[in-house]
């Protein structure tokens, strides 16, 4: 019993932990208007972190980032006027997730294009496989075969 005690205690300390960087004081009074602030958040890359979205980033950058957000909210912005804002000063880098433009046409193709050029590799390389059935002996290899039989010994 101790030990799977011990064996799920383990699990549990192997399970990730997200913990949220927002504090109390960051918070909007309206829960609709956190809501989308949150949502926000988690669409936005920490230009420190970098692969953490601003919502679970406790960097400063993050904490400002944040800030703004909840800002450009409460002034009345939509999500899309407080994305293109903040891609208007930070670039497409700050969206943890890039918009599909001219511009990012080969961020967004070359994954599909990578996969289905390997596919096509594999395939090219199935239809080569070289046969399994190897060339017939000659009539000097069956004699020594025979001979090798034959001696019962099984060397040359």
């Not at 989308?36 to 958040?41: D, G, K, Q, V, W």
């Not at 890359?45 to 400063?60: G, K, L, W, Y």
């Not at 002034?75 to 891609?87: K, Q």
Request: net charge neutral; glycine share 4%; aromatic share 6%.
């Amino acid at each position: 019993m101790r030990f799977l005690v011990l064996i799920a205690f383990g699990a549990a300390l192997a399970l990730p932990t997200y913990a949220r960087a927002v504090t109390p004081d960051e918070m909007l009074k309206d829960p609709a208007l956190e809501a989308r602030a949150r949502h926000l958040s988690q669409e936005l890359r920490c230009m420190v972190c970098q692969n953490q979205s601003i919502d679970d980033s406790e960097a400063p950058l993050a904490h400002d980032l944040r800030v703004l957000v909840r800002q450009r909210i409460a002034a009345g912005d939509s999500d899309r006027e407080v994305l293109d804002f903040l891609v208007a000063r930070y670039g497409e880098f700050v969206l943890l997730k890039p918009r599909v433009e001219w511009r990012t046409l080969i961020l967004w193709g070359l994954p599909p294009a990578a996969l289905l050029a390997g596919l096509i590799a594999l395939l090219a390389m199935a239809r080569r496989r070289p046969e399994n059935e190897p060339a017939p002996l000659s009539a000097d290899e069956r004699r020594r075969l025979a001979a090798l039989l034959e001696d019962g010994r099984g060397e040359p």
